[in-house]
């Protein structure tokens, strides 16, 4: 079974197409630019890397044949919230397409506060429009966004998002991909929108390092809640 991931070089996609590899089945990862996706997975077993002219429907469709699952990890503004619409609507068309996966974001709705919760809210309602089988997962902020900004969190003590002085879950990009590739290839929770989030205040390993990290207070050791 071939799945095709578009977005194959980017913090969620690359994981994807790992993930389904290490599961024995095919990828083809249709990329903009083959040279970066050879220098990020090499050439594994199982895997084509496919040059593809994204914004292009015919490209898209050629891609896509004897693709049975698709993964579209994706920015949503701009020509890459254009380029994810192309994508789904040249799925809609593709017989062997049992389902489209796609990144979106948490808490999407047309009148939300962010420019982004609002295109993703969108693209839904595209991908609605083209009754391609289709569903999503809806992380909340990756913690990757909040280390970017490290040192300027650790000078000021600040930081500001959406949430203003509220209280907000943080998610690796590594387990939204494990749970991205549970959608993908599990049936059952397919044709639907799925919330990733952790209500608790750390999660295991990786939320720990991390905080640590951003904190200046790193020690190789568990975190206590």
């Known amino acids: 079974m071939t799945t095709a991931v ?25 990329v903009r630019d083959p040279g970066k996706a050879r220098r990020t997975f090499g050439e594994p077993d199982g895997l084509h890397i496919r040059p ?10 050629e891609a896509f044949d004897g693709i ?23 799925a809609a068309g593709i017989s062997s397409i049992e389902q489209v996966t796609r990144l979106s974001v948490l808490n999407t709705s047309a009148d939300s506060l962010g420019i982004n919760q609002r295109a993703h809210h969108s693209i839904d309602q595209f991908a609605s429009s083209t009754a391609v089988p289709y569903s999503t997962i809806r992380p909340a902020i990756f913690s990757a ?10 000078a000021s003590r600040t930081w500001t998002g959406l949430a203003d ?11 939204v991909a494990e749970a991205g590739l549970r ?9 639907a929108h799925h919330d990733l989030t952790d209500r608790s205040p750390c999660r295991g390993r ?11 207070q790193y020690q190789d050791g568990p975190c206590s809640r």
């Open 6 to 30: 578009i977005g194959a070089t980017g913090r969620v996609g690359s994981e994807i197409v790992r993930g389904v590899l290490a599961r024995g089945d095919a990828v083809a990862a249709l």
């Open 68 to 90: 049975r699952r698709v993964f579209i990890a994706m920015g949503s503004i701009g020509i890459e919230g254009v380029v994810q619409r192309i994508a789904i609507n040249a």
């Open 183 to 191: 959608v993908l290839t599990e049936p059952g929770l397919w044709g």
């Open 165 to 175: 002085s509220g209280r907000m879950a943080l998610i690796d990009h590594r387990d």
């Open 206 to 216: 990786r939320r720990c390092d991390e905080r640590a990290w951003l904190a200046g």
């Open 145 to 154: 966004s909040l280390l970017a900004a490290a040192r300027e969190v650790r």
């Open 52 to 61: 593809t002219r994204l914004d292009d429907p015919r490209d898209l469709i």
